[in-house]
């Protein structure tokens, strides 16, 4: 049974670097057949895709046109994790935070973490 | 602003069915047949219920059903229990930068 467990601060600064972390157990990163994604929900803007790696041969990203600039998701096979880093962020940015297991279908999810954007 | 787009709220009494709808373009739930739908509870993750517009998941109950017709998504609860309480996101593959797109979610109350 695949699980997902989140971590990261909950607080962040304006302007400064939002950094979460998902533990994959039940699966690997490395997989071939699984894409690894980070989702956020805020009342204000709804369920958000934010992008996803995934493996096939080579290591792949994509991300949402509205935080390409500022957005990256890394895979780390030494801990089989991935992980999501958003800078600059603002009050804008504030919501709760998913990563999920999979492309156009999330079939597995983490528990969510909560980060808010304030000085 | 949502991408797809739902009804705020549906309801139903137990034991009726409901029909939730999405509508997207021709760039995604029209498209292509990579529509998901999710029912998210208070305080919990979404949980993936339907995908690929029919499908559904080991574990999920066959009362939840998906189906697609042009640019318009449908997820169908019949025999509604008040567990199904709970709001429900649909979402779709898009050939836009952004691939994956969400609906602004529609509040289930069971009367």
């Known amino acids: 049974q695949v699980q997902l467990q989140q971590s990261g601060p909950g607080l962040v600064k304006p302007s400064q670097t939002l950094s979460l972390t998902c533990a994959i157990s039940?699966?690997?990163?490395?997989?071939?057949?699984?894409?690894w994604t980070w989702i956020r929900q805020s009342p204000s803007r709804g369920l958000e895709w934010l992008g996803r790696?995934?493996?096939?041969?080579?290591?792949?990203?994509d991300y949402a046109a509205s935080v390409k600039s500022r957005i990256t998701i890394n895979p780390d096979t030494s801990k089989n994790q991935f992980s999501l880093q958003l800078n600059s962020v603002t009050p804008e940015d504030t919501a709760v935070y998913y990563c999920?297991?999979?492309?156009?279908?999330?079939?597995?999810w983490g528990q969510g973490t909560t980060v808010t954007v304030s000085s | 602003q949502s991408a797809l787009t739902q009804p705020a709220s549906v309801s139903g009494s137990p034991g009726q069915s409901i029909t939730i709808s999405c509508t997207g373009t021709?760039?995604?739930?029209?498209?292509?047949?990579?529509v998901s739908w999710y029912q998210q509870h208070p305080g919990k993750a979404p949980k993936l219920i339907i995908y690929?517009?029919?499908n559904r998941p080991s574990g999920v109950s066959n009362r939840f059903s998906g189906s697609k017709s042009g640019n318009t998504a449908s997820l169908t609860i019949s025999g509604l229990q008040a567990e199904d309480e709970a709001d429900y996101y649909c979402?779709?593959?898009?050939?836009?930068?952004?691939?994956?797109?969400f609906g602004g979610g529609t509040k289930l109350t069971v009367l």
């Open positions: 999920a297991r999979g492309g156009y279908a999330m079939g597995v």
């Open positions: 039940g699966d690997s990163v490395s997989s071939n057949s699984v894409v």
């Open positions: 790696t995934y493996y096939r041969s080579k290591w792949y990203n």
């Open positions: 021709s760039s995604d739930v029209g498209g292509y047949n990579y």
């Open positions: 690929e517009v029919t």
């Open positions: 979402s779709s593959y898009s050939s836009s930068t952004t691939l994956v797109i």
